[in-house]
C-alpha cells in the first residue's frame, strides 16, 4: 500500500499506539513515525524496543510538521493533550483520536484546534487487558472494526483516515458522536463494569484468592477475571465521560437481572429457557459475522475493547 502519511506522530505510547506503530509499518502507510509518552519510563522503553522511528522528549517536538497527530491517551487526559499540542500543528495537518468514548472527546479536544487543521475522531474495536508501550502487536487490528465520526470534517481528510485504518487490517463504519457511545455502552462499557462487580463480588466472599476457586473457576469467571484486569485509569475514565449512556443501558440490564431474580425465585423455567434461547442467538450472529476471532482461531486472543 501506498504511503498516505509522510510524518506520523503518536501522542501516548501504550496499546493502542504501540499496534498502530506496527500496523503502519507493516502496511507501509507512513514515512517517518514519531512518538511521544508522558514518562521518560515509557519513552526510554518504547526507544529501546523500536516501537517508532523517533521518539520525542516533549508533544510540541513530536507533532511539529506532521501530517497526522493519533491522540493515544486515556479519554479524560485528551482535552489538554489537544491544548498543548494546538499551537504547534502544522496548517492542513489532520488530528485524530483512538478514545472509546466520542461526545465528550470531541467536544474537548475540538476547541483547542486552529482553523485550518482538521480532526477526525476514530475508535478502533479491538484491545487486550494489557496496557503499555510493549503490548501492542501489528494484528491487533485485523478484522476488527474501526469506528469513524466525521462530525463534518472535510472528506478527502476523512477518507485518508479510513484508507489508513483499512491499512491496518480494520474494517471501517461511520457513525455519530452520540449513536457510538450508546452502541458501546451496550457492549463494551456495561459489560466491563459487570465484570468488574462480579469479581469484586467474590473478592468480598474472600474467595478469589482462594487457589481453589481459580483452580476451578469456570470459563465465565475466567473471563471476568481477565475483563476486570484492565487499565484502571482508562476504565475510570470511559464511565466518567460516558456517563448518561452507560447509566441508561445499567438501568435497563438492572431490570432484566430483576426479571430472571424473579424468574429463578418462581421456579419459572420456561421464561429462563426462553431467554437463554434468544441470547444464544445473539452468540451465533456474531460468530456469522466474524466478530470472535477467539471462536475462530486459537492463536493471540483478542482481549476487552472498548
Ligand atoms: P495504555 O496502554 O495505558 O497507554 C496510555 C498512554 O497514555 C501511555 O503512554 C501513558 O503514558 C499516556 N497517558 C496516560 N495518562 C496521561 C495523561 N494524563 N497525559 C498524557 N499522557 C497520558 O492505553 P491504551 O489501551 O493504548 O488506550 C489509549 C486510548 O485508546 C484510550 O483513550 C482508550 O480509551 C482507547 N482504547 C483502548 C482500547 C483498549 O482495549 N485498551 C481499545 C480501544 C480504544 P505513560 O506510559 O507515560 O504512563
Known amino acids: 500500500m501506498a504511503v498516505l502519511y509522510d510524518r506520523v506522530a503518536l501522542i501516548g505510547l501504550g496499546l493502542i499506539a504501540g ?13 517517518d513515525i514519531v ?10 522503553t518504547a526507544r ?22 493519533v491522540l493515544c491517551v486515556p479519554v479524560g487526559a485528551m482535552g489538554a493533550v489537544a491544548a498543548e499540542i494546538g499551537p504547534h ?12 468514548v466520542k461526545r ?3 467536544d474537548a479536544v475540538a476547541p483547542h484546534l486552529p482553523k485550518g487543521v482538521h480532526f477526525v475522531p476514530a475508535h478502533p474495536l479491538a484491545g487486550t487487558e494489557h496496557s503499555g508501550p510493549t503490548s501492542g502487536f501489528a494484528e491487533l487490528f485485523d478484522d476488527r472494526y474501526c469506528i469513524i465520526v466525521p462530525e463534518g470534517a472535510e472528506r478527502a481528510a476523512v477518507d ?6 483499512r491499512g491496518m487490517g480494520a474494517r471501517v463504519e461511520e457513525m455519530d458522536a452520540a449513536h457510538h457511545d450508546l452502541v458501546l455502552a451496550v457492549t463494551s462499557h456495561t459489560p466491563h463494569l459487570i465484570a468488574y462487580t462480579m469479581v469484586g463480588v467474590a473478592d468480598d466472599l474472600g474467595r478469589v484468592t482462594d487457589s481453589e476457586v481459580i483452580q476451578f473457576s469456570a470459563a ?13 485509569t482508562m476504565w475510570r475514565d470511559v464511565f466518567l465521560h460516558n456517563k448518561d449512556a452507560t447509566l441508561e443501558i445499567l438501568g435497563r440490564f438492572t431490570e432484566e437481572l430483576f426479571a430472571l431474580q424473579r424468574a429463578i425465585r418462581q421456579g419459572d423455567g420456561e421464561m429462563l429457557h426462553d431467554y437463554f434461547t434468544r441470547t444464544r442467538a445473539i452468540r451465533r450472529g456474531i460468530i456469522e ?17 472498548s
Open 48 to 69: 529501546e524496543i523500536g516501537l517508532c522511528d523517533s521518539v520525542a522528549e516533549t508533544m510540541a517536538e513530536a507533532v511539529a510538521g506532521a501530517d497526522l497527530i
Open 160 to 165: 485518508r483516515v479510513l484508507d489508513l485504518w
Open 220 to 232: 465465565g469467571f475466567r473471563d471476568f477475571t481477565r475483563i476486570a484486569a484492565s487499565d484502571p
Open 289 to 305: 459475522a466474524g466478530q470472535d476471532t477467539a471462536a475462530a482461531n486459537f492463536g493471540r486472543k483478542p482481549g476487552t475493547s
Open 35 to 44: 512518538g511521544y509518552a508522558r514518562s521518560a519510563e515509557s519513552r526510554a
Open 19 to 31: 499496534s498502530m506503530s506496527l500496523a503502519m509499518r507493516r502496511g507501509g502507510l507512513a514515512g
Open 104 to 106: 465528550e472527546v470531541i
Open 89 to 100: 500543528l502544522k496548517p492542513g495537518a489532520t488530528v485524530s483520536d483512538v478514545g472509546s
